[in-house]
């Protein structure tokens, strides 16, 4: 997507020395550097973004990440700005997948406050932070691409309720 202006971030500086080299290697002009956000910490060091793209984030992190990722996006998204989550999730506390359920118990295994997270749980976080979920679309591998859009004012879901 070269008309667009990327500013990747990661809290991790191994992480982020990895995204500089791939970023030389591929010539690539439309790349800032990246900057390290940790997502449970507000305010971001960003001011403004039209999108936000978390790829496969939140259920290897803390639940305290999607929290923070929310009033982040909340904080930072005009009216009508988009946050794009990438990754697996139960529905109704359910597994979509049986792939799923063991990826889970793996990542619960490696850290227990990770996990693939209900996609109603992380809706009634969003919409805290005035971010109505749009789109569910299915994605390979039982994953499945979330779009919220920014509402220009608040949701009257406020304070958790789910859809």
Known sequence: MPTLDWQPSDPDEAARRSIIAHTRAAGLSNLRSPLAIDATRQPWPVAKADAIV???????????ATTGLMA???ATLPA?????????????????????????????MRNASWGV???????AAADTHGLHLTERIPMPANNLSLIFRKLDRP??????ASR
């Not at 978390?54 to 305290?64: K, T």
């Not at 049986?98 to 990826?103: C, E």
């Not at 949701?155 to 958790?160: K, T």
């Open 80 to 108: 009508g700005g988009i946050l794009y989550l990438y990754g697996p999730f139960r529905k109704d506390g359910a597994h979509t997948a049986p792939s799923n359920a063991a990826f889970d118990d793996g990542l619960r």
């Open 155 to 160: 949701s009257s879901n406020v304070g958790g």
């Open 72 to 74: 982040g996006a909340g």
């Open 54 to 64: 978390a790829i496969n984030m939140i259920h290897i992190a803390a639940w305290e």
């Open 117 to 123: 997270r209900d996609i109603e749980a992380v809706t």
